[in-house]
């Protein structure tokens, strides 16, 4: 489900996911940083827990994709 959040008076809607991962620490610690380093610049990672396994990690990701609507048009198109 997608919320609104108000920051510093402006309005974003925001998309939270949680996302499930098994590997090795640093094939899980690689991902993370893509994912910090990628496309998207308002990727905000919240919380992350991981569990040791025997050669694995399992790990749990909170995310949040912070995203503001264009502003509205002003006039028609080839006004001046």
């Keep these: ?13 925001v998309l939270r996911l ?3 991962a098994r590997g ?7 991902f993370i940083q893509r ?3 990628g496309k998207f610049k308002t990727l905000v990672l ?4 991981m569990t040791v396994l025997t050669g694995d990690v399992d790990t749990r990701l909170n995310l949040a994709l912070y995203a503001q609507p264009p502003p509205p048009a002003t006039g028609t198109p080839g006004s001046k």
């Design 46 to 49: 919240e919380k992350a827990s």
């Design 18 to 20: 949680e996302i499930e």
């Design 1 to 13: 489900p997608i919320s609104t959040e108000k920051i510093r008076g402006y309005t974003y809607k």
């Design 24 to 30: 090795s620490f640093s094939q899980l610690t690689d």
């Design 35 to 37: 994912l910090e380093e």
